[in-house]
């Protein structure tokens, strides 16, 4: 059993930054994607960036340039640094792991709120 929690976020102005965490508990052996994900009143779960066991990144077309996912291997931690923050960028933000087995799991999620 994986338990994934979050952390970091909080209110910030546009144009200011945040660096979510997410830290891993339990074996990341076999893990296969880790990613984050965020959810908007009113809209569905969208992703906002991954990150392969290769390190491969991907992001979604509207954080690209400000965001970066990386990883920690050593502390089973990954991040999420997030720059030049829009009001739209306001969410709960979710880390989730994908692993090879098909298994996935998810943090309990961190509230981010850009706004002045």
């Known amino acids: 059993q994986v338990q994934l929690v979050e952390s970091g976020g909080g209110l910030v102005q546009p144009g200011g930054s945040l660096r979510l965490s997410c830290a891993a508990s339990?074996?990341?052996?076999?893990?296969?994607?880790m990613g984050w994900y965020r959810q908007a009143p009113g809209k569905q779960r969208e992703l906002v960036a991954t990150i392969t066991r290769d390190g491969n990144t991907n992001y979604a077309d509207s954080v690209k340039g400000r965001f970066t996912i990386s990883r920690d291997g050593a502390k089973n931690t990954m991040y999420l640094q997030m720059n030049s923050l829009k009001p739209e960028d306001t969410a709960v933000y979710y880390c989730?792991?994908?692993?090879?087995?098909?298994?996935?799991?998810w943090g309990q999620g961190t509230q981010v709120t850009v706004s002045s």
């Open positions: 989730n792991f994908a692993y090879y087995s098909g298994r996935q799991y």
């Open positions: 339990g074996s990341i052996w076999g893990i296969k994607t």
